[in-house]
């Protein structure tokens, strides 16, 4: 039995904001220059939506320690500059949020420093402030279920109740790992062939969210 929706669960980066063309394109940069050279779609797939120690665990192990920490302290402050200069909300997601009525959090693999951040400079931050969940809370990043069933408690929802809006396939995956709905943003750099599967429903305008999530509820019984 479908159970009625309680709190929307947003992943941050390509889904509240438009970080993720950023980050790809800093790490194109950085493979061409330490000698992993990478594709945007070989970022996709291998990054995306992953957290910061999973993908420097990826590139310890192509490079070894010494470059990963190089490529990892270069990326962080390469994306800062980049934010500071190019970061806007993802369109349409504004608009999106003042027609949610539910109770809402955020659930990323990026660390609080890192939101506090990307949405400080996209004016969202005080939307989510105390409801702001991270990666490194938790022993396993997506696609492990471990970050959207901390979120949900923390949020004193359950997981049946909770939907989650996802832009990366790992994000996806977390969700149907913890047994919650998920609605799968195609409108950024993931296809929307990676995000279909099963409980997810792919779209591609941030705008038509608040119907996709009332259609998801429950019929009333009477």
Known sequence: MIKPI???????????????????????TLGAELGWPLTEGEVVDRFIGRSHAAIREQVAARLGEEI?????????????????????????LPEAL???????????????????????????YDRFAGRIYSATEVAR?????????????????????????????????AARAAGMRAFGYAGGLTPADRLRGPGVTVFHDMRELPVLITGAQPSPTF
């Open 68 to 92: 990963a920490a190089v490529w990892s302290e270069r990326f962080e402050r390469l994306h800062r500059e980049a934010v500071d200069t190019d970061l806007a909300p993802v369109a349409g």
């Open 141 to 173: 990043g997506k696609p492990a279920p471990d970050l959207f069933l901390h979120a949900a408690r923390q949020m004193g929802a359950d997981p049946a109740a909770c939907v989650v809006v996802e832009d990366s396939r790992p994000g996806v995956q």
């Open 6 to 28: 309680e709190l929307v669960i947003f992943d941050c980066d390509g889904v509240l904001v438009d970080s993720e063309r950023i980050a790809a394109r800093v790490q194109v």
């Open 98 to 124: 003042d027609a949610i009525t539910w109770a809402t959090c955020v659930a990323s693999s990026g660390s609080h420093e890192k939101m506090r951040h990307t949405l400080g400079r996209t004016g969202l």
